[in-house]
């Protein structure tokens, strides 16, 4: 399969493009080679446990793919809440779901004690709220809705401990490749306390920053996902790469995700070049009409705008040339 041509690449509209990516992310973190190194890695009740025996024993059944509704009053398989309102719309985000949810069942424990893991691909970091209180929400909300299908009325002992885990391929600022925890902790109290970790360590915030710089970093499940994700490596090194050092076979169906994700990658890349450019020829036409006070027509004859892109250049300035 050939790279995504440039007339194609520019011709897609980057929030379209960003979507489909968000999309492929989702199908390559939800193999479970993928998800058993990152519960090893990032979930405490897995330290030390080997990465084939989580993926063959730890799994209770399919992982869902956007199928579980994040707010109380929207009926998924999971839940036996049914409220008047089915949906939650908004202008920017539609109907809001879990991008993956799946149990995992604790390795030697005399009960099955399920484990609810909400994997959150976050491609779009421009957002006028911290990922870490989405993720509050998350996690309260996959506690919530454990009433009425974990336990009844108030028997809240039996509530399952969460995690809502946080992927960010290009996070904003100096968060790049970290990985931070987030959980109910106590603090300071008077007189002597002696509660059961248990009783109280009921959910987990965990966010995973990266970039393509994490490729060549120590951290297994940074340079795992940062190879995974990445949009600007080669196709053949990051293959060698999952195959090499982390035993991840490239069967046709992830072989096919990793070309996407680079494809879609390319075409996005592609996009800004374009917007990036289209935004210094409409910079370069107002400061010609302000400083030689010419009409938008002559501004652009000047600097020798083809005829055909003249139109929608005037309409970004709202003229009529």
Sequence with gaps: MASVPTSLANSIDASDTRAKL???AKKLIKHRIILAEILKECVEEFEGYDIKYIEKNCFAGEVKVNE????RDVPDADSAIVGSDTEDNSNSEGLVRYDLVFDAIIPKTSKVVRLVINIEIQVDTKMSYAI???GVYYAARLISRQKGTVFERSDYDKIQKVYTIWICPSPSGDNANSIVE???KPTKTIGQVNEPVENYDKMKIIIISLNDK???GDNSIIRLLSTLLSTTES???RKQILESEFNIPMTKE??????EMCNLGMAVELKGVKRGAENTTLQN???LMDSMKWTAQQAMDALKIPKNDQARYAAMLGTNN
């Design 235 to 237: 196709v053949e090194k």
């Design 285 to 287: 036409i107002k400061n």
């Design 182 to 184: 987030y959980g109910l």
């Design 22 to 24: 968000d999309a492929v």
């Design 68 to 71: 579980v509704s994040v707010d």
């Design 254 to 259: 992830i072989e096919e995700e990793v070309l």
């Design 214 to 216: 994490g490729m060549k």
């Design 132 to 134: 870490v209180t989405r």
